[in-house]
């Protein structure tokens, strides 16, 4: 039994004992954090990839790995090198989650492949970059400006907050409404005002609290533009509703504001008592 090397939000470090490799106990009360302070951590940058629609269209490209052949894989410096650029840590401590990581990848992850060969296997705005020939991971990518996968994963919040945003352009003047049926034809996600309502409701559901407003921008505005293609209904007060990758956008009659998106939630199943008739 070791001690745990983690830090609590307020950076005071963690007494608890851990027997886990990499050094944090998971035990109530202590997040995870691995540095004291989160000013030391580097900004983020670029926008997230393995985002639950990037996972739902992403190719079934395959890795032809096991998971009983993860202990064979090779985690080289410079992936280490990188996951202590933007977590801090110790050698050990980053290969142990990145092989934890590349696990739940294994599982569930977007996935694509470059021109060399080389495989990214993506998942809430985290990536591991496999070799052509599948027997290392040769890289370590994400958006996130402190927090680890394990973090997330145990759905740790972040201690870095998005400050209410506030557009520096003003909103558009209010046009005529655009009937239901010319939807696809008028909306246009590039230039569609961003109210700070839809920007701070994205960055919750995306998990990109801490992305820079022009990543956070561009994020948005590539979902946007999946919109036509949703299901739309069109309510009495006249503001357009969408569905689509399951959330739930909210435009302006006129198309000129993207106004709030949040999660769809699907109703669960009635599970009926006795065996049925």
């Not at 280490?80 to 990848?105: I, T």
């Not at 069109?234 to 993207?258: T, V």
Request: net charge neutral; hydrophobic share 35%.
């Amino acid at each position: 039994m070791n001690r745990c090397t983690r830090f609590h939000r307020d950076g005071t470090a963690c007494t608890n004992s851990t027997e886990h490799v990499d050094g944090w106990c998971r035990q109530d009360g202590c997040p995870g954090f691995v540095r004291r302070d989160p000013a030391t951590a580097p900004p983020s940058s670029g926008a997230p990839r393995g985002t639950e629609l990037h996972i739902r269209t992403s190719p079934a490209t395959g890795t032809g790995l096991d998971l009983d052949e993860l202990f064979d894989i090779r985690i080289t410096m410079r992936a280490v090198d990188s996951f202590r650029f933007h977590h801090g840590g110790d050698q050990r401590s980053a290969e142990a989650q990145m092989r934890n990581m590349l696990e739940d990848f294994l599982l569930k992850s977007s996935s694509t492949v470059s021109a060399s060969g080389y495989v990214r296997l993506s998942r809430q705005g985290y990536s591991l970059i496999l070799s052509p020939d599948r027997t290392a991971v040769t890289g370590y990518f994400t958006v996130h400006r402190e927090r680890t996968w394990e973090q997330v994963k145990n759905k740790v919040p972040s201690r870095f907050h998005r400050a209410p945003t506030h557009t520096s352009v003003h909103a558009p003047e209010a046009r005529p409404p655009v009937p239901v049926e010319q939807f696809a034809e008028v909306f246009d996600a590039a230039t569609v005002h961003l109210t700070g309502r839809v920007q701070r409701s994205y960055a919750r559901l995306a998990g990109m609290v801490e992305a820079s407003d022009l990543e956070l921008h561009t994020a948005i505005r590539a979902d946007a533009a999946q919109l036509p293609t949703g299901t739309l209904v069109q309510r009495p007060d006249g503001l357009f509703e969408i569905e689509h990758a399951a959330r739930i956008w909210l435009i302006s009659p006129d198309c000129c504001k993207l106004i709030g998106v949040k999660a769809h939630q699907r109703p669960q199943p009635v599970e009926l008592d006795g065996p049925s008739a």
